[in-house]
């Protein structure tokens, strides 16, 4: 799915919201992804229960992120995170000044994240 590189959210089999919904989660649902081969690891929210059992997707940069190829082992984690109250961006280039509204597109973008982490 296209939309899914656009932000930090992944998608689970049906299994897994059956599962969560059997355990006293907070909400909303986050989740730590980590590569147990490397242990590297990074937060996300699920945007689906669609997935074929056994399988996830993961956005393609979030798996370069966490070293991963496709088929290789996740592991998945119900976490919560403390709220976060500040957040400071830096444009990696002058050109972001030059959007009509940046403060508009931030927020539309980051819409697309779960986490911030």
């Given amino acids: 799915k296209e939309e899914l590189e656009k932000g930090n959210k992944i998608i689970l ?3 897994a919201l059956d ?3 059997r355990l006293n989660i907070s909400w909303p649902m986050l989740f730590e992804m980590t590569n147990p ?3 590297r690891s990074t937060h996300g929210g699920v945007q689906e229960f669609i997935a074929e059992e056994g399988t996830c997707f993961f956005p393609y940069w979030m798996m ?3 070293l991963l190829q496709e088929g290789d082992l996740v592991r998945i984690t119900n976490t919560s995170l403390q709220k976060g109250s500040f957040v400071k961006l830096q444009p990696v280039s002058s050109d972001f ?3 009509h509204n ?13 986490t911030l982490t």
């Avoid at 940046?102 to 779960?114: C, G, I, T």
Wanted: glycine content about 0%.
């Fill in 13 to 15: 089999p049906q299994s």
């Fill in 19 to 21: 599962h969560l919904a």
């Fill in 37 to 39: 081969a490397t242990s």
């Fill in 64 to 66: 370069q992120n966490l």
């Fill in 97 to 99: 000044l030059d959007i």
């Fill in 102 to 114: 940046p403060r508009a597109v931030l927020e539309n973008s980051l819409r697309n994240f779960a």
